[in-house]
């Protein structure tokens, strides 16, 4: 990270635990109350951010790391990070909080059924990086926790970063990998 954004986030953070004159002084837009929930909080810190908040990911020597914030969609944000890097393939490994839609699939039918949990802790996320006619291909499985320690899981269709972040690992394979729909099961199937 760049100085200017620590020292940016450093401050505004200073200015939200402080009173007063010195918050109002140091917050922007002269706002002074400290958020009163997680929503407030994050629109306020992309707000002070500005451009600074696009800033997801790092390299790394096996890949990238990722953070996703609140309201990201994680599906959306692969897609643009494997187009702007041009990942060949990758693996992916990933916690966080978030809104899930998971889908079962059912062979006989060719199709999912669908469910979506919101509020729910990720307590694993895995998938795969490739290709399907020219545009990335996202696959991502997961388990999710609610507040009661009930425990849901299967294929992601769609997944929001909630409440916090998410944070994800992506391994880089050398070699670009291709999806192609499986005749036999109806379904997008990886090939090496």
């Not at 909080?97 to 949990?117: L, P, V």
């Amino acid at each position: 990270m760049d100085k200017t954004y620590l020292r940016r986030h450093f401050f505004k953070n200073i200015a939200w635990l402080s009173a007063g004159a010195v918050a109002t002084s140091i917050v922007p837009n002269n706002a002074s109350a400290q958020p009163s929930s997680p929503a407030e909080c994050e629109a306020g810190a992309i707000a002070a951010a500005g451009t600074d908040v696009q800033r997801r990911y790092i390299k790394t020597p096996t890949g990238y790391f990722m953070v996703l914030r609140m309201g990201d969609n994680v599906f959306e944000q692969l897609t643009k990070f494997a187009n702007a890097e041009n990942i060949p393939a990758a693996s992916v490994s990933a916690i966080g909080f978030g809104h899930a839609t998971f889908g079962y699939w059912h062979a006989s039918k060719k199709a999912f059924d669908a469910k979506t949990f919101h509020n729910v802790e990720m307590g694993s996320i895995v998938g795969s990086v490739a290709w399907h006619e020219g545009k990335p291909s996202i696959h991502l499985h997961g388990v999710a926790g609610d507040s009661n320690f009930n425990a849901y899981g299967g294929h992601l269709l769609d997944l929001e970063v909630g409440t916090g972040s998410m944070e994800i690992t992506l391994n880089v394979h050398q070699k670009r990998l291709e999806r192609a729909i499986d005749a036999c099961i109806g379904a997008n199937v990886l090939g090496i």
